[in-house]
């Protein structure tokens, strides 16, 4: 057969035809992620048709020695970037991007600090072994309930949204005594997204203080015995590339950083997280050394007019840790040839799971990529659209990509670079069972969240288990 692939004028823009339908593009897939002789995808050194023999399909695998070596190298660029300046850096994990107790461990073995942004991520954290010194807790409506066992639990920084958040601590402090840092939430009205930010004076979003509000709620903070407000954080969005939204950030920060140290200490600066990934082979991520050297440079500037020390900084990456570490595996189910406009046809590819295990692109079109991962074919790419198998139009895992014309029920199908957000995001729609984690580590995988039953969703069924209603005599 020839391998002669033709573009489709029905493939978005961005998306042209490969010259190898089978090539694993570089900055997608995990590092190690490879084709055996038989043409087998190999993750961690262990063939794809393996992990699926022991674990079943769908499958989400994630390679800790990626995560690893991804949160080390994250930390050591922001520290090296931060120490040219004299400042320290310090990396939070943003848990919500995946937490499962294996994975805070990996972080905090790497010498990473976590982020969590509700009771159950804190519990979660906590009961990992997490230290609560090294703890940040964010979230725009923390309850009265969630604010008291942060506190309790000793965790080194709470991130402030709003003024009734400040009066709810204010109530939580005067009981208890102690005293708790917190930083202040402010929306600098820069929001970024991948290649653009937008920068306003009002963003309308529910997170932070504007810059106008922040003064006074600082002002109010200092006032509360038992608080000592550290700093200032700002996120300004997800999957972003290059530095210039952080740099326009950073500037309106620094601003009002400067006006506040008026009033007292500010040792720390938080800017978040979002740094972008590759999820297709288009997707040019800034590395992060560029980024973190880019961020510092800006802040650096920024004091240096303003004759203020350089503060340390903090920094909250969720995906650029562990997005690329993630693959899912999923076996392919049914195919179906549609024909489209003129005489282009695209291939939908069913496959085990779908919008329950990978949110995103129904949320909010994320793209992703695709391999066909139990063998190679020489069969021309297709245009090709793979699907989940949900009750639902929008059902979508990858909305184009090109694959051999003769993927086939009983084919493997990977899709990378689905370590950030897929698990966190995954639900039972149509009581699809949630699939298991497997980690791969040294040429062995593991179970580190198992997998659920049927079982496991009638188990929560009252009508199932309680006694049958007497009727009324
Ligand atoms: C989501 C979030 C992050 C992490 O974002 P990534 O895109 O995963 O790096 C960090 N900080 C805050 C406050 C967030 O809401």
Sequence with gaps: ????????????????????????????????????????????????TTLRESFGTPLWIIDEDEVRARARR????????????????????????????????????????????TGGELTLALAAGADPARLGFHGNNK?????????????GSIVIDSLVEIERLAAIMQRRGGSQSVLLRVNSGVHAETHDFLATAHEDQKFGFTLADATTAAARVRDVPGLTLVGL????????????GFRESAGRLIE?????LEGGDLPVLNLGGGFGIAYTSVDQPTEIEDLAEGIADAVAHECEVRGIPIPNLAFEPGRSIVGRAGVTLYEVGTTKQVMLEGDATRTYVSVDGGMSDNARPSLYGAQYSARIASR????????????????ESGDIVVDAEYLPADVAPGDLLAVPATGAYCFSLANNYNFVPRPPVVALRGGQARVIVRGETVDDLLARDAGLHAPPMEGNE
């Design 74 to 117: 994250v930390l050591d660029a922001f520290r090296a970037a931060a120490g040219r300046y004299g400042a320290q850096a310090r990396v939070y994990y943003a848990g919500k991007a995946f937490l499962s107790a294996e994975i805070v461990r990996w972080v905090t073995d790497e010498g990473l600090a976590v982020d969590v942004c």
């Design 376 to 391: 190679v074919s020489s069969a021309p790419a297709a245009l090709s659209r793979v699907v989940g198998k949900h009750c």
């Design 143 to 155: 309850s009265v309930a969630e604010l008291e066992a942060a506190v309790a639990a000793g965790v």
């Design 256 to 260: 009002l950083h400067a006006a506040l």
């Design 1 to 48: 057969m020839s391998a002669v692939s033709h573009s489709s004028a029905s493939a978005p823009p961005w998306l042209s035809a490969p010259d190898d339908a089978n090539a694993l593009a570089p900055l997608v897939w995990p590092q190690n992620a490879e084709r055996d002789a038989d043409g087998v995808l190999q993750l961690g050194g262990i063939p794809v």
């Design 233 to 244: 954080h700002c996120h300004i969005g997800s999957q972003i590339f290059g530095t210039a």
